[in-house]
């Protein structure tokens, strides 16, 4: 805008015409080259993924067996190794996490939304979104002294409750974020025409905003899926064959994390493919989750 | 919607309450009654459940706050101060210092947001700006999948992918071939796992949560920002400079801090690429510790009581740290989303 004003003063040169094309073409080159350069870090940000995600069909791929979802870990040295339960233990621990955290985070979403103003409303927003940025490790160390050392041993349990922690405020927000573009009209006549408030609630607002109430709920689900650092002390992960809540659990990050950190190569390979498995999970999740809303909550992914 | 609700609810309420004498035809006086009644109790429960389920998240908070705090309270009292100032992290005899760790944190975070913030500047400008309609969901796609990625994921590439490359190709030629050895920053053996690698995997994992956040704040500027720009004969990019970008700045800035608060707390990637070596060097090819990475790796070792509470108190600094930052960078980007919507409204 600065650049934009200055022309009229340029008028009283020596050569005003002349001067004024030079600027003008310099602007425009100005132009050219941030244009540029924004477009240039496009392409360096989305870059990351495409190296990622292309490292791990070349090193995964070839491990990506049938065996590999049926069978168990092996020791080094020997074929066939897999990862079934780490596959299962992390479906558990979503699993018991959906199952604290979705009742909860859907719940303190609607109050959100319907109390929008509040004094409690505000505060919890506000809470909710600090909440939602706090390290994962701190709520694993959370989860350990609350759930770990009183009862002396790690567990599935307190594993689904770090995670739990972890989805209640986005669950919330997302979920207050959807009820919110319901319109009122539809509430307004679902209460004229006698409803009471709970039921009109539960079964004309939700009912309108499932799919973008779902959409909150996977994404949820998809970023936790891939969560390590909550786990490590509390699911712990288990070499042996486990469905037990109150049993330490395996989990595929944790698996991919012991592999990769360790000196072998057959278990790098392994920790290549249970990443691939692993993301490719999530990217199941994220895109059944777009699949759901698309077009009807523009802003429900975000 | 809640003011809306209760004046309808008002509107219908005095059809429905005197209903004893005059308007009880269909249903007779006390079914009627005894339904208004379930209708209250009904809605009474709904409401004492949300609100419950509202209570957990501070609750949540208070919670997670306490129990840190009360695990980290036995080293904090026995350190006192200089937990965080001291350097020495010694398990064997018992002598905890924090310092080391929360170097690594702030400098590795510090690298992270050097790199990410002009690329998730530029990608939120060409989210905004520049690209064509039919190109802007599916970058914003893209972007966004790089927050989807595990950090662990990002930790199995960084070990086997980025750290050689830094190994041979990149920490060589910073310090030999451009000469930059000269600095204390780029000088010393060039490992592989070091601050730099630590850097720059978190500057990808921070870089969706920017320009996430900056997108949304460009996109809630108003049209008269930029209709008045390009009337005066600005440049498109004179008009983002001159009137987008300063008009859109505390919220960027409030993007930046929340990825600030990411990059803070980013574990496995960090534990994978860091090199976990509790010392304070100037050298960003040195492996250092960030207080993350620290709790991760020696947690489930902990060689005693003393050992654990100060990783506990690792973890409260870390906590109240983070506390703040997102405090800050919330508070930073609601105060934009609330003037530009009161402007476009």
Known sequence: ?302 | MTGAAVSSEQAGSPRERPTTPSGADALGPKRLGARIQGAVIGDRIYSAAITLFALCVPALLILVAVEIFLGGWPALRRFGFSFLTSSAWDPVNGVFGAAPAIYGTLVSSAIALAIATPLAIGVALFLSEFAPQWLRQPVAFLVDLLAAVPSVVYGLWGVFVLLPVLRITVMPFLRDTLHLGVLPFFSGPAYGPSMLAAGLILSIMVLPYISSVSREVLLAVPRSQREAALALGATKWETIWGAVLPYAKSGIIGGVILGLGRALGETMAVTMLIGNRPQISASLFAPGYTMASLIANEFAEASGDLHLSALMAVGFVLFVITLIVNAIARWLVWQVSRAGGEKTA
């Not at chain 1, 994390?257 to 790098?268: E, G, I, K, L, R």
């Not at chain 1, 999970?281 to 909550?297: E, K, N, P, Q, Y």
């Open chain 1, 1 to 302: 805008m600065t650049t934009a004003a200055k022309p009229p003063t340029r008028r009283s040169g020596v050569y005003p015409a002349a001067a004024r094309a030079g600027k003008l073409r310099r602007r425009h080159a100005v132009n050219a080259l941030m244009a540029g350069l924004v477009g240039l870090a496009a392409v360096l940000a989305t870059l990351p993924l495409v190296v990622v995600l292309f490292y791990l069909l070349k090193q995964g791929a070839s491990s990506v067996q049938w065996h590999f979802f049926t069978n168990m870990p092996k020791p080094v040295g020997e074929s066939g190794g897999g990862m079934a339960n780490a596959i299962v233990g992390t479906l558990i621990l979503i699993g018991t996490a959906s199952l604290i955290g979705l009742p909860v985070g859907i719940g303190g979403g609607l109050y959100l939304a319907e109390r929008r103003g509040s004094r409690l409303a505000n505060t919890t927003r506000f809470l909710a979104d600090v909440l939602n940025g706090l390290p994962s490790i701190v709520m694993g160390i959370f989860a350990w002294q609350f759930l770990v050392r009183p009862f002396g041993h790690f567990s599935a349990w307190a594993g689904g409750v770090a995670l739990a922690a972890m989805m209640i405020p986005q669950v919330a927000r997302t979920t207050e974020e959807i009820v919110r573009t319901v319109p009122v009209s539809l509430r307004e006549a679902a209460l004229a025409l006698g409803y009471t408030r709970w039921r009109t609630s539960l079964t004309v607002v939700l009912r309108t905003a499932t799919a973008g109430v779902v959409t909150g709920a996977l994404v949820a689900i998809a970023r936790i899926a891939g969560e390590t650092a909550p786990l490590l002390f509390t699911a712990f992960g288990n070499q042996f064959w486990s469905t037990s809540l109150n049993q330490p659990i395996a989990a595929l990050p944790l698996q991919i994390f012991t592999y990769a950190v360790s000196p072998y190569d057959d278990w790098h390979a392994q920790a290549w493919a249970g990443a691939l498995v692993l993301i490719a999970l999530i990217l199941i999740i994220s895109l059944v989750a777009r699949v759901a809303t698309r077009g009807r909550f523009a802003t429900a992914s975000d």
